[in-house]
């Protein structure tokens, strides 16, 4: 059986004395069992296009490593200003040296007795499997591409409506404020919308609807899209959504209802 990245990255973390994963804001995390986080696996983080491992790195070793080998080592967000060091796993990096920065990190915030049982840094071969487009940018599945084009259509055809990207993912924007949203949330494609959150309620009735994370308390809706779509009824929460949201002279230029 063919040995896939995220095969690899397990097994690059894992040797590691009582090295454990869990999962954390979507990502696979690894850390001392119970204790501190050493790594963190970030496939296209915010729509970045990398395979990546952020490790908790020596003091100094981000700038060495970045300033030296720039084609295979990053400044990560968020834990990056902390000194943490980002590694692009599919730009021809060696194996090795992957699994010596992981035992640096790891080194880091284990406790000496834990560090004492490492041993030798075991060789590890490279996945046989690299990933492919789609399964590092869902938007780029062909269920997901097909969609965006219909549904830029429906945005398009309102007023000054713009597409930008937020957070990695494909937003449109009545002026500067957003009313429609693609995302790919691990296993589904939606669409989402402003409603209301009068009217969540009533669409959550139906199981292509759901609440999404962060923004359904402000009254968005999101709608499942990933095997089918009625696109009548996308058109009319994409219309719904602008008015919400769309200056007076965006609304003046609408057709009659």
Known sequence: MARDIHQAVREVCLWLPEAEEFLSHGSPTFRVRGGKTFAIYAVNHHGDGRVALWLNALPGAQELYVGAQPKHFFVPPYVGPRGWLGVNLEQGIAWKQVAHRVREAYEQVAPAALRARIGKTPSLEPPDKILSASEIDPMKSRRALAVLKSFRKICFALPECDETIQ???????????????????????????????????????????????????????????????????????????????????????????
């Open 167 to 257: 957070f990695g993912h494909p937003v449109w924007q009545a002026g500067k404020k957003s009313f429609a949203w693609a995302r790919h949330d691990g296993e589904r494609l939606t669409l989402m919308f402003w409603v209301g959150v009068d009217n969540q309620g009533l669409l959550t009735a139906d199981a292509r609807y759901s609440i999404p994370p962060y923004m359904g308390h402000n009254g968005w809706i999101s709608l499942d899209v990933s095997a089918g779509c009625d696109w009548p009824e996308v058109q009319a929460l994409t219309l719904q959504s602008y008015r919400h949201f769309a200056l007076k002279r965006m609304l003046l230029q609408l057709p009659p209802a």
